[in-house]
Nanobody, 126 residues
Framework: VQLQASGGGLRQSGGSLRLSCVAS????????MAWFRRVPGKEREFVAA????????PYADSVKGRFSISRDNPKNTMYLQMDRLKPEDTAVYFC????????????????????WGQGTLVTVSS
């Protein structure tokens, strides 16, 4: 499975941006997908995840109510709609995919995800 993230850019505080992540290869093996972000000098931070059906979507508290994750399975694409952006949202955003089902819920740990995109930079100015 290969993942290609895009859509990053520069926005002012309060603005919006939509990230996309296109999967290719053995996409039929993908179960959950997720977005993570990383600020230089810090660990990757969980942002949101989505189940195969799209009916389960946990979010990090820091983005809840502002970000929305979705996926279009026929297009093998996952999205992250980011509204009311804040300067602290500035980071490199990575999409990830997991082919394993976890009965305890969608994983939030990066080591649970086997496949990763290359990252796309989001910069929010104040």
């Amino acid at each position: 499975v290969q993942l290609q993230a895009s859509g990053g850019g520069l926005r002012q505080s309060g603005g919006s941006l939509r990230l996309s992540c296109v999967a290719s290869g053995r996409t039929g093996s993908i179960h959950s997908m997720a977005w993570f972000r990383r600020v230089p000098g810090k660990e990757r931070e969980f942002v949101a995840a989505i189940s195969r059906s799209g009916d389960t979507t946990p979010y990090a508290d820091s983005v809840k109510g502002r970000f929305s994750i979705s996926r279009d399975n026929p297009k093998n694409t996952m999205y992250l709609q980011m509204d009311r952006l804040k300067p602290e949202d500035t980071a490199v955003y990575f999409c990830a995919a997991c082919s394993q089902y976890y009965p305890t819920g969608l994983p939030r740990l990066p080591e649970r995800y086997r496949y990763w995109g290359q990252g796309t930079l989001v910069t929010v100015s104040s």
